[in-house]
């Protein structure tokens, strides 16, 4: 039985829509949602900083996060990406049929 989940990833707000589209169009994801502005602060090589970001949230199914992971290194602005997954406790079954079908099977 699949399994679904959402990962997560935050980036610069200018490269949110065309990293969606990228993994998207590769079928890792059937759909991306993109929060245009949250603001994040964190700690990067000794400085604290304050920044707005976009963030992603990315629908798939489980047995592919390790190639939409791949996909995102390969992809992101950022030398350290945000992944972070999330399982999918309980969907509408319409829903995740949706899922299962715009995206990779393998």
């Known amino acids: 039985m699949p399994e679904f989940v ?9 490269s949110g829509v065309e990293l969606a ?15 245009p ?3 994040s602060i964190y700690h990067w090589k000794e ?4 920044d707005d ?3 992603l ?7 592919h996060i390790q190639l939409l992971w791949e996909a995102v290194k390969e992809l992101h602005p950022y030398e350290v990406p945000e992944y972070v ?5 309980w969907g ?13 099977v393998q």
Do not use: G, H
């Not at 589209?21 to 929060?35: D, G, P, Q, T």
């Not at 949230?57 to 047995?63: A, D, P, Q, S």
């Open 6 to 14: 959402i990962a997560l990833t935050t980036c610069p707000i200018k």
């Open 21 to 35: 589209r990228s993994l998207v169009e590769k079928r890792l994801c059937a759909c991306i949602n993109i929060i």
């Open 92 to 104: 509408s079954q319409d829903y995740l049929n949706w899922i299962l079908q715009n995206i990779v």
């Open 85 to 89: 997954v999330l399982s999918i406790v």
């Open 37 to 39: 502005k949250v603001t």
């Open 57 to 63: 949230l990315m629908k798939t199914e489980r047995r």
């Open 47 to 50: 400085k604290l900083v304050v």
């Open 53 to 55: 970001e976009a963030l």
